[in-house]
């Protein structure tokens, strides 16, 4: 599977609240990006083993430009800091994608959860839903109102939108929004863990829709050997307990698309052909999973003894 990946200019960089700093990313000769919808995100290449993952916050129509918004992470691992440091205007950057495991379905209406950061996919749901006559509304969470990114774009909206600074209106009122979602609701949720998990514990079964920052916490321990069979490369690999089947794919010499390695991305994804896959993911759906006809081969394991993956 071949992907766009090339380098792009940081045509203007902004602040879009304290501590998020929101990129415009072009093509240094103006040739048009390849189009993405509400929900897609970027990798965005930094330096040797320094690759992360941001939405794409901008307008999906304007192929001349993607957005991204990056929160600076004092505690992280440095790529937050390397952006904000070194990604001035002018300077170039590798991008690869865009990918969605986000998407934006076809719904009457919408109940949009936001905290912090999270509202980056968010904003363009938001847009393609007011454009598509859907009823909606958005509660966003954060740690101060000056924290809370792109409030200003947001203000067009109205009172469809209910900005909630933890400081001020304490935790999210997530009853006010979840208790009796009407038929026919999606809700649309990206935030934290713990914003995810509670989100999770009030929404009625098939109704919510999120996208995490982090992997949900995995078992460790008693994962036992399996084979897996690459149908297009006829071979036959042995994958240990302690090995993940896309570093046995990659030791074999098989050339696969791979990002964050938490199952969390979403690029690995690869066609199952037979074999049950064990989902260790914080990307597919519950009925993505049930159907078994793809896997994120950084974490997820077999249920049985071989998997015959689209390799």
Request: hydrophobic share 35%; net charge negative.
């Amino acid at each position: 599977m071949t992907e766009y990946e090339d380098e792009l200019v940081v045509q203007r960089r902004e602040f879009a609240a304290e501590g998020v700093l929101a990129l415009t990313l072009r093509h240094p000769l103006g040739e048009p990006l390849p189009a993405w919808e509400p929900g897609a995100h970027v990798d965005v290449l930094l330096g040797p083993g320094l690759e992360r993952q941001y939405s794409l916050c901008g307008d999906p129509a304007d192929r001349s430009a993607w957005r991204i918004a990056v929160l600076r992470e004092p505690a992280g691992r440095g790529g937050s800091a390397h952006v904000h440091e070194q990604l001035g205007e002018g300077a170039t950057v590798r991008v690869r994608g865009p990918r969605n495991n986000f998407r934006l379905e076809p719904a009457p209406r919408y109940r949009f959860v936001a905290g912090g950061i999270g509202i980056t996919p968010l904003l363009p749901m938001l847009a393609a839903a007011e454009a598509a006559g859907a009823e909606w509304t958005l509660l966003y969470g954060g740690r101060t109102r000056t924290s809370m990114a792109f409030g200003g774009e947001l203000g067009r909206y109205g009172d469809r939108v209910t900005f909630a600074p933890e400081d001020e209106t304490g935790l999210l009122d997530l009853a006010s929004v979840l208790d009796d979602v009407p038929e026919g609701t999606l809700v649309y949720c990206c935030g934290s863990g713990p914003l995810l998990d509670a989100v999770e514990a009030r929404c009625p079964s098939g109704v919510l829709r999120v996208e995490r920052f982090r992997p949900k916490e995995r078992q460790t321990g008693g994962d036992t050997e399996f084979e897996v069979k690459l149908a297009r490369s006829g071979r036959t690999l042995t994958v240990a307990p302690d090995v993940s089947v896309l570093d046995a794919v990659r030791a074999a010499g098989v050339e696969v698309l791979y990002s964050c390695t938490e199952g969390t991305c979403g690029t690995c994804e690869t066609d199952v052909l037979d074999g049950e896959p064990d989902h260790r993911d914080s990307v597919l759906s519950d009925d993505e999973r049930a159907a078994g006809e793809t896997m994120l081969i950084c974490v997820s394991r077999c249920r049985g003894g071989t998997l015959v993956l689209d390799l």
